[in-house]
């Protein structure tokens, strides 16, 4: 009769499992503790861009001629929060706060546009200088 050879296969100790699993932990532990800053970088990416929309926004306003007041209030969404509203309603709905200032005596005109968040105590803010056709006020 012929005899099959038996084949054994050692398997891991327990030193092999543990090391593997302390490999595995620390590289976990690292992608973990890079979740919280990429979570940040992500919130203030979509408030620049945000507040980018919103400086466009005016500086196609102030292009078109439309009435200039120089400053105005806006939602988390980008819509402008008239001034007319409510204190109660744009203190708890207004996030980006917008300023611009026009210099006709410059050739071309020129506007100074600065959009800042949140509008109670900044901590972002991106500013552009519009350079206006001259038929803008």
Known sequence: MRQIPHISSPGFSLVEVTLALGIVT?????????LPTGLNLAKQSADE?????IMTGISLSLEKGSPVDGK????ADGMRIPTTADPSYVAMHATYAARWDIRSNSVPPTALITV???VTN??????SIVVLSQGSP
Request: aromatic residues 12%.
């Open 122 to 127: 900044s901590i972002g803010s991106v500013e």
């Open 26 to 34: 620390f590289g976990l532990i690292a992608v973990m503790g890079l």
């Open 72 to 75: 105005a209030t806006f939602n």
């Open 116 to 118: 800042s968040w949140p």
């Open 49 to 53: 861009v945000a507040a980018v929309n």
